[in-house]
C-alpha cells in the first residue's frame, strides 16, 4: 500500500464541516449578540454536543500535549468515539494539528485530512469521526476536553494503522 501524504492546510469551519465543528469566538459565519452589561460578543451553537447514550455521562477532562517537531510524521493510529462527540478547546496553544477521517469499522484514508488550528480555534470530532489524537506544535500545548462516556471499551475505538499507510507534514 502507498504511503498517504497529509499537507496541513488551515482549518476553516467550512473545510472540516465534514468531520466535526469549529468552536471559535472569531468566527463570522455564526452571528454574534452583546453579552455581560456589552462588554462581550457571544456566539450559541457552535458545537452540536451529541450523546448517543443516555446512561453515559459528560467527561470534562485535560490534556497536555508535548509538542512534536520532526516533519513529515507517520502516524500508528486513529481512533473514534462512536457514540459522542468529542471536544478539545486549547487553552494556551500557539497552533496544533488536527488529523481526520472518514470511515465505518476502519478510518477510509482517502477521507483523510490534516488542518493547523490556532490557538483561538477549538474542533469537535462528530461521533463516530476517526482522528488522530492532539498533535501541538510549538510548544507544549494544554486542552479542555468534554466527552460524554460510561466506562466501557465503547467510549473510544483505536485502529492501528500500516506502519507506512499514513503521514502527515505542516509544511
Request: net charge negative; charged share 20%; aromatic share 6%.
Amino acid at each position: 500500500m502507498a504511503r498517504t501524504l497529509l499537507v496541513a492546510s488551515p482549518l476553516t469551519a467550512s473545510a472540516y464541516a465534514p468531520y466535526g465543528a469549529v468552536a471559535s469566538s472569531t468566527r463570522d459565519d455564526v452571528a454574534a449578540k452583546d453579552a455581560n452589561q456589552g462588554t462581550a460578543a457571544r456566539r450559541d451553537h457552535l458545537v452540536d454536543l451529541a450523546n448517543r447514550r443516555p446512561h453515559a455521562t459528560l467527561n470534562v477532562a485535560s490534556f497536555r500535549c508535548a509538542p512534536h517537531a520532526e516533519w513529515p510524521r507517520a502516524l500508528a493510529l486513529l481512533e473514534k468515539h462512536p457514540h459522542a462527540t468529542q471536544l478539545f478547546v486549547p487553552m494556551n496553544a500557539r497552533r496544533y494539528l488536527v488529523v481526520v477521517a472518514l470511515g465505518d469499522d476502519a478510518p477510509d484514508l482517502a477521507t483523510a485530512r490534516a488542518f493547523v488550528a490556532s490557538g483561538t480555534q477549538g474542533v469537535s470530532y462528530r461521533p463516530g469521526v476517526w482522528h488522530h489524537p492532539m498533535i501541538a506544535l510549538d510548544a507544549p500545548t494544554d486542552f479542555t476536553c468534554m466527552v460524554w462516556e460510561d466506562g466501557t471499551a465503547g467510549d473510544c475505538v483505536v485502529r492501528a494503522l500500516d506502519a507506512d499507510a499514513l503521514a502527515v507534514d505542516i509544511a
